[in-house]
C-alpha cells in the first residue's frame, strides 16, 4: 500500500532538507526539477528534462543499484557483482562513475550522505543469521568505518550525518545522536520501513497477524519521541505490500500499497495514500490496477515523482516495464512522463523474487 501526500499551500509548513532530498525506494534520485538519475541492472541513466528522457552510462557491475546525491555533482550508487557488493561514485553528475569500494560477500543498503564527504551505509553478508554493520565516511566514501556490527538487522535509517536508527532481531531499535560512536537500545520498539524527519518524529511499518485468520497485514505507526514508543495509525495493508513510508516534514507523507502480482491480473488496484496530519487520516492521490510501485520523492511540496512496473508486461518473455509519473500540484494529479525502458532484473533482488513467484504459478 502506499500513501502519498502534499501540501499545496507552501506558507503552511516549512520542509525538511533532509526529509526531501532522498527517496523513497533508492532506485530513482532527483536533486532539483529538471536533474534526477535512476539506476537499472549494470547502468545508471541521468535525465535534464525531469524524467521525459535519458541518457545511460554502463558500469561494470550487475547488480542492480541504490542511489543518492549530496548535491548535483556529488553521487554514490550501490551495485553487485558476483556476490560482492560494489560502491560506484560520481563527482561530475553523472556523466561518469567510478568504482569507490569493494565489499566482498556483502549486500549494501541504507546509502546516506549529509554532504560530499559525510556519510553512512549498511552491509549484510549471506549467513544465517546475517552479520549485519553499519559504517560512516568522513571523505567521501574513500575509506568506511565500522559504528557497529550486529546480527540478523531488518532496517537502517539515517537522518543526517549524527543521528540513526536500526532495528535488531527480536524487534529491538538501536538509536545514535552521536555519529555512531555509541547507541542506545530500545527494547521491542524496532519497526520496519522506517522514516524520520526529525530526531523526535518517525514512522514505521510493522506485519502483525491479526485476530481473525492470523494472517499478517501490514500497519504504520507514528513516533513523536524518537522510537521509545509508537502510535497505531489507521493504515493497514492486509493482503497487500505496504511501501514508504516517505514524509517531507512532521503531517506530509505518502506510503504505497501494493497488490501481489500474479498471472490472473490484480483483483485491487494499486494506491498511493496522502496524509496532511501526520497520519491520522488519508485519502487516496493515485489508484491505478496493474502495477507495482517502486517508489516515491518530492522535491519542493508541489513536485514529486512516482515510479512503478508495469503488471502487464509481468510476463515470463520479457522483463518489466519502467514507468515514471510526475506531479505538479502536491499529488493531485499524476501524468505518465516515462512509458517505455525495460527495468532489468537481478537474480537476487526483491523483484527476480516476485518475478520467479510469478514463473512457478504460470
Known sequence: MCCCSLIIFLSCWAISADAVNRSAGGHFFFVNE????RADYG??????DSGKTWEWTDIEAKGYAQLFFADESHGWATAFKGFDGQLYVT??????WELQNVFPSEHLFGLYFANPNVGWLATANDLFPSVVGILRTLDGGRTWQHKMVFRDGATVFFLDEQRAWATLSQLNLMVTHDGGDTWRLIPKAG????WFVSPSDGWGILPEANAVDKANADRLYHTTDGGKTWQLLPVIAPNQDLGGPYFIDERTGWVMMNTPLHPGGSLLPTQLLHTAD???TWHVQFEMKGVWLLGVQFITPHRGWLAGIRESRW???EPPQWVLWGTEDGGASWKEI????????????KLATLWGKLKQQQ
Open 338 to 349: 516515462f512509458p517505455g525502458g525495460e527495468l532489468q532484473v537481478h537474480p537476487r533482488g
Open 34 to 37: 529538471r536533474l534526477g538519475w
Open 91 to 96: 563527482a561530475d553528475g553523472g556523466n561518469t
Open 278 to 280: 501526520g497520519g491520522q
Open 191 to 194: 519497526m520496519y520501513g522506517m
Open 315 to 317: 510476463v515470463l518473455s
Open 43 to 48: 547502468r545508471i541513466g541521468r535525465t535534464q
